[in-house]
């Protein structure tokens, strides 16, 4: 199957600072790609809609100037989460759809643990 | 506004038993849906996808039945095993089809 893998694991950072977070479909070419928060016991919720070659679409109540989102290339996104604070510490993952294959199905990323201090 | 919900926060039952999930949902009528397994810590991985015209799906030990009357998807794990124990996801593409909402998972234990 489809892989997607997520850079780093895991990050720890203090209050103010920003970090970035790389998604890659290593064998096929996502031109949409999705981010995703996770709160501990909670489910997957939608943050944004990455689209190749223009700007993402950002859910209601997600601050797109605070989650900024890049999708340069066929197979590469990132999320740069800026001024990080300890609300943000979650469990961020993307996923990229494959259009190609038979059941139209997303495939995510490991996913990253961000700890704001 | 459309709402997906699965019944079970969690479900534990006793290894060779078989384990049904419920997932159901207002409000729209989805073209497919499907089914994901997370364990703790990693990204989901898709398991089943079932189309609206379709009654029931299989794979391997997993069976995925669709009834678009009463708007509910189960989800059956049969000759469950200690390692089926993980969290299991519905998930539906919303009325454009451009991205899927994912339900709030029950959390599936089997114990030896």
């Known amino acids: 199957g489809a892989v997607v893998s997520q850079h780093p694991s895991w990050v720890i950072c203090k209050s103010g600072t920003s970090v970035k977070i790389e998604c890659r479909s290593l064998?096929?070419?996502?031109?949409?790609m999705f981010w995703y928060r996770q709160f501990p016991k909670q489910s997957l919720m939608l943050m944004a809609t990455?689209?190749?070659?223009?700007?993402?679409?950002?859910e209601q109540g997600v601050e797109k100037d605070k989650f900024l989102i890049n999708h340069a290339s066929l197979t590469l996104s990132t999320l740069t989460v800026t001024s990080a604070h300890p609300e943000d510490s979650s469990f961020y993952i993307c996923?990229?759809?494959?259009?190609?294959?038979?059941?139209?199905?997303?495939?995510f990323g490991p996913g990253t643990r961000l700890t704001v201090l | 506004s459309q709402k997906i919900e699965q019944n079970s926060e969690a479900l534990n039952i006793q290894e060779g038993k078989t384990a049904t999930l419920t997932c159901n949902y207002t409000n729209y009528s989805p073209a497919y849906l499907q089914w994901y397994r997370q364990d703790p810590g990693r990204g989901p991985v898709f398991l089943l996808l079932?189309?609206?015209?379709?009654k029931e799906k299989r794979k391997e030990r997993l069976k995925v039945t669709f009834d678009t009357t009463l708007k509910q998807s189960l989800f059956h794990i049969t000759a469950s095993q200690p390692a089926d124990s993980a969290t299991y996801l519905c998930a539906l593409p919303t009325s454009s089809a451009s991205k899927i909402i994912f339900g709030s998972g029950t959390r599936l234990s089997i114990r030896p």
């Open positions: 996923s990229a759809r494959d259009f190609g294959g038979q059941y139209n199905e997303q495939f």
């Open positions: 064998d096929f070419q996502a031109t949409t």
């Open positions: 990455s689209n190749e070659g223009s700007k993402a679409t950002y």
């Open positions: 079932i189309r609206e015209n379709e």
